[in-house]
C-alpha cells in the first residue's frame, strides 16, 4: 500500500471519520469529524463513500508529501492551501504526483479543515468499526494520538477520477463581517427545570465561544443563567446538547464528548447549525433561536439533500465533455482536442 | 409491575425514553431489557444509530432518513405495554472483581471507617458483601455507576476532586460506587485498587455491561501484584459467579 508522509504535524491533526455511534452505552465517545458536513463533502469530492478516513485539523493544517498519484480535497475552514507552492482552492477536487507537497497557513476564518483522499481514504487500523481518534483515550486513528512529523499514513493509489471538471462545490462564504450569529436550537429535555427568567435570557445572550473550546464541547461565555437548584440524576447526552453547568453558563456537547452527563441541558443545536457553530470564531457573538422540531428536521434534511444532490450531478457527467483523467486515453484524447482547438 | 414513562424529544434524531426520576434496580433493569429489545426487534434496520441506557432514562438516536418521532416512540410504545422486553429479564450476571484494599492504594480507607464508625475490617466486609448492580456506564469507558453503598459507610464525595486519580481506584460517592478505568481527575472516595485492567486501548470494549452485577472481592497486595501481571499477559479472566447465590 502506499502512503503519505507528514512532514509536519500542525496543530491537532488526527484522522476522523464518522465516530463510532455504537458503544455509547459501553461509555466509549461517538468522535469523529467536528464538522461532519465539511468531511462528508470532502469525500464526495474525491468520489468515496462519506464516512471514509479523512485527515481533520485544527488552526493549522499539516504538511503532507505524497508518495503515489492521487486526487484529494479540501474542506472546512479558509485554510489557504497550496499544492507545490501553487494556491488551490477549497471545495474542489485536485490530482497530486508521487513527491506533491500539500501545505496550509494558519484558518484566517472557521477553526476545522479536512483533506480527503481519493480511492476510499486513510486506511489506518480500524477499533470498533471506526478509524476515528479520541486523543483522550488513545483510541483509533495513528496509536490514538496526534499526527507528527515522520507518521506515515496508508491510502490507495488512484490514476482516474470520474466528472473530474465538475467536481466543485460551491459553498456560502464564510462569515466575514457579519456581527451576529443566529443558532438554531430546540428546547432540551431540561428546559422546563429553568425559570421564565433563565429561558428568556438564554434567548437573548449574546454568547462568544471561550478559550475552552475543542472536540469535546465548546464553552461559551456571556450572562450567567440562573440556574436550577434541584440535583438531576445523569443522562444520556447527544451531539449538540447544551448543559448549564453550575455557574450559569453554556456547554455545547460536541463529538469527542462523555456519553454521560449531569448538568441540566437547556437545548439542542440543530444539526443544520451545527457547521457554523463549530466553525465560529471568538470575534463573532452568537444568539440562540429556539425553533420547533419540525423546523429543525426540515433544515437537516435540506442541508443532507443539498449534498445527495451534488452526488447525483457528479454521476450524470461521467460522460460528459469533458472527461477528464476517467480513463487515461481519453485525457490524452482530451489533450489532443484542447491543442487543436 | 406498572411504570409510568414518557417520551421526551432530544434532538432530530433522538428521543429519551423517560421513567419516574429515582434510582431504582428494579426500574433501571427494565430499562437494560428495553434497551436490549430494541435492538433486536428495532435495531439499525429500523434506523436505530444508537442508545445510552442511564438511571432512569433510555437515549435512543436514530437515523431521520430511516425512521421518525412519531414511528419509533409507537413502537416502543407497543413494545412497553406488551411487556415482551421483560423475557430478557432472566439470567443475572455477576462478575467478581478483586480489589486491594490497602491505605497505599485507597487514600481514603480511613476517612470513610471514621465516618462509618468501622474497624477497616468491616468497612471491606461491609464493601464486598453485596453485589452491585451497573445502572449504567459513563464519564468514560469502561467507568461503572454502581450501587447502591450500604448508607453507613455511603461517605458523600470530596469537596474538592483529586487532579489525578489512578487508574484502577475503587471509591465510594454517597451510595455509589465506582472504579476508575483509566487516571482521571475525581471527587470520589479512595478505598482501594483493582489489578484487572479496566479500559485497554487495544481491546477498547468493557468487561461488564450495564445491567451486570459486580461483587468486589478483597485480596492481599501480593495477590494484586500477582494477578496484575497474569492481566497484562492476557493470561487473567474475570471470574463470573453463580447468581442462584445471591438472588
Redesign the interface.
Known sequence: MKTVEILDGGLATTIQDLGR????????P?SGAVDNMAQRLANVLVDNEENAATLEFCMLGPKIRFYCTTFIAITGGESCPTLDGQQIFLNRVYRVETGSILMFKPLTSGRYGYVAVANGGFFTKP??NSRSTTVR???GGLK?RVLQRGDRLPLNECFKMPSYQFREFSTEKMLKNKKDVEIRV?K??QWNNFTAVAQERFRENLYVISQQADRMGYRLSGTRLPVPDNN??????????IQITRDGLPIVLLTDR????GYP?IA?V??ADLRKLVQLDNKHQLRFKVVS?KE??AA??AQ?TELKKFKIFLNKQRYRYPIGPARKTAQKIEQLLVSKS | MVYEYRF???????L?V?FE?T?NAEENRLIHSL?HTLLKSIGKDGGI???????????V?FD??QT??AELTKQITSIIEKHSFLENEGKKHVIEIPVCYDEEFGPDLDAVSKYGKTTFDELIRTHTEEPYLIY????????A?MGSVPSKIAMPRLRNPRAKVPAGSVAIAGKQTGMYP?EAPGGWRLIGRTPVKL?D??H???RY??GDYIRFKAISKKDFYYIQKLDLDGEYQLNELDQGEFF
Open positions: 455511534p455504537n458503544y455509547q452505552a459501553e461509555g466509549i461517538v477499533i470498533l483515550l488513545r483510541l490514538g430546540v432540551g429535555p438531576m440524576l445523569s443522562e444520556g447526552t447527544i451531539l449538540g446538547n462523555q456519553t454521560t452527563g441541558v439542542t440543530v444539526l422540531f429543525a428536521t437537516f434534511l443532507r | 421526551v424529544p432530544v434532538g432530530e434524531q433522538a429519551n423517560v426520576a434510582i434497551a444509530t444508537g442508545i445510552i441506557p442511564a438511571y432512569h432514562t433510555l437515549t438516536n431521520i432518513f421518525n418521532y449504567m456506564m459513563g464519564f468514560m469507558p469502561g467507568f455507576y483509566v479500559y486501548y487495544n477498547p470494549e468493557p455491561f450495564a
